[in-house]
């Protein structure tokens, strides 16, 4: 896919600003109020690459879908992100979704959403819990899918956006720790 470049840059900026935003919103780490700007920005990519990579969009849309359902766009912030994201593909129109990976990423996404709460609330414990945790459905089932349709861009996607959302957290966490010892 010669939209690999674009594709990694894509996921890595997703991973990053919504992380920025769940760190201001969820951990109070002061990045002065720039929280609905970062999401209003991460909405505009999401329909940018919703628009222009067609080959994975199915994957994006079946993640935005699975987040409202699971009720995890639990604040302004957020809110102003996804609501961007679902305005504007829904005012430039979607491109035409293949049903199976939409409804392989939709159903695999709502499960991360689910197993990882119950292992949050302490009813999953032990290493099956903290394997729940990290929410691996998704990339499980976009690495299968990957190999099966030999296009690795659904499986980079999920796995470097991944990668840029744990990367900011350790980042931002040791900005702070540091600043506060």
Do not use: C
């Amino acid at each position: 896919m010669k939209e690999l470049p674009l594709v990694l840059t894509i996921a890595s900026s997703l991973g990053f600003l919504t992380k920025l935003v769940d760190l201001e919103v969820d951990e109070k780490i002061d990045l002065k109020g720039l929280s609905s700007l970062f999401a209003l920005i991460y909405g505009l990519i999401m329909v940018f690459a919703i628009r222009t990579l067609l080959e994975i969009s199915s994957l994006i849309l079946a993640v935005i879908i699975a987040v409202v359902a699971a009720g995890k766009v639990d604040n302004f912030h957020h809110g102003i992100g996804v609501g961007t994201a679902l305005a504007g593909t829904l005012i430039l129109g979607s491109p035409s979704i293949n049903p199976v990976p939409f409804f392989l990423f939709l159903s695999t996404a709502l499960l991360d959403e689910i197993v990882s709460d119950l292992a949050d609330m302490g009813k999953l414990t032990g290493r099956l819990g903290s394997f729940f945790k990290i929410r691996p459905f998704l990339e499980l089932s976009a690495f299968a899918y990957s190999l099966y349709t030999k296009h690795i861009e659904f499986w980079m996607f999920i796995f470097l956006y991944d990668v840029s959302y744990q990367l900011t957290s350790r980042i931002f966490r040791s900005r702070i720790t540091h600043q506060v010892t």
